[in-house]
């Protein structure tokens, strides 16, 4: 190398080092200093996987072929799963899992309540997925936010609700939003939503009609009508034929829903492509062209695979919402 050579790689290296004391010193006036010098550490000894979101993802399931019969046997696992589910269940740990009860009219709800691990900057409500006798529960705290998570045993066998409720009543939705609003007395705290599946659309549909700060979901069902037309008009023995009273009217269309608010809250979304229990075509693209009339802001990450999946997370959850606030308080 020679020396024109070495002063040019010098120079390129000094400025990379000024422009990290810059993000340093940025980061140090926003956090202080030792959270910034710990933050600036863990990024350092980040492997690729975990800070690009397509290394981390299963490549393998990857531009699969889509055929017919892969949706069907999807499906049909997914019956098979459902139809165990209850005598899967231990009930000896609900206590703990979800220790509190919210009493509405003649029913109640089981729910857990977290408290942020540091300064609470809002509340997010977290809503599981189908076949509530398989989740757990949230298994840590949020840094920075406070958590409220209820337990949807409705629906048929008792195994969800889709966190609205059962034969064209939507008492679980009513019960839902009286138990946030109770523990969100102040509206003039931030309020977030998160799901994955059916609990995506429980974020969705909740976030929407609250009018939320944000919402972070993953392979959300949208279109509830869509969803007991695919397991057949004439049954009520199934998930989705359960929620139904007389007509498919009696069930909320979500994308009507938002299309008529003013706003819509900022949205960040993960998917599968052809993810063969909630086709992206026929849920989540519906309700991103609401967003798109409604020049409402929304972030994606749809792979190009064939699961009902994604590669989300509650870090990221949290990195978006406080995105979010920053965002809407600069």
Not at 51 to 73: C, D, I, M, N, W
Not at 219 to 228: F, G, N, R, W
Not at 292 to 300: C, E, M, N, T
Request: proline share 5%; net charge positive; hydrophobic share 40%.
């Amino acid at each position: 190398m020679n020396p024109r050579q070495l002063v040019a790689t010098w120079r390129t290296n000094w400025r990379k080092v000024l422009a990290h004391g810059r993000k340093l010193r940025a980061r140090a006036d926003a956090l202080g200093w030792r959270e910034a010098l710990r933050v600036s550490v863990i990024n350092a000894l980040r492997t690729q996987a975990e800070t690009v979101p397509l290394a981390s993802y299963r490549t393998g399931h990857y531009f699969q072929e889509v055929v017919s019969h892969k949706v069907e046997t999807a499906r049909a696992q997914r019956r098979a799963r459902e139809a165990e589910a209850l005598s899967m269940h231990d009930a000896s740990n609900i206590d703990q899992i979800y220790p509190l009860v919210f009493h509405h009219g003649d029913r109640l709800i089981r729910y857990t309540r977290l408290p942020a691990t540091r300064q609470s900057r809002g509340l997010i409500v977290f809503f599981h997925g189908f076949n509530a006798w398989f989740h757990t529960g949230p298994l840590r705290p949020f840094e920075q936010f406070d958590l409220l998570a209820p337990w949807d045993t409705f629906g048929w066998k008792r195994q969800g609700s889709w966190f609205w409720g059962e034969k064209g009543n939507g008492f679980v939705a009513e019960m839902v939003q009286a138990l946030i609003r109770r523990e969100w007395p102040d509206s003039n705290q931030p309020l977030f939503c998160m799901g994955s599946s059916m609990g995506g659309y429980g974020a969705l549909y909740h976030g929407i009609t609250l009018g939320c700060r944000g919402i972070y979901v993953m392979a959300p069902q949208v279109d509830l009508k869509a969803k007991i037309e695919d397991y057949g008009l004439e049954s009520r023995a199934n998930p989705y034929g359960f929620l139904r009273g007389e007509s498919l009217d009696s069930v909320p269309d979500l994308c009507a829903i938002a299309d008529e608010q003013a706003t819509l809250p900022p949205l960040f979304l993960i998917q599968d492509l052809y993810d063969p229990v909630n086709e992206f075509p026929r849920h989540a693209e519906r309700l991103l062209a609401c967003y798109h009339r409604k020049r409402a802001w929304y972030g994606l990450r749809v792979h190009p695979g064939a699961r009902h999946d994604g590669d989300g997370s509650q870090a990221e959850a949290e990195l978006f919402f406080s995105l979010v606030l920053d965002r809407q308080s600069g």
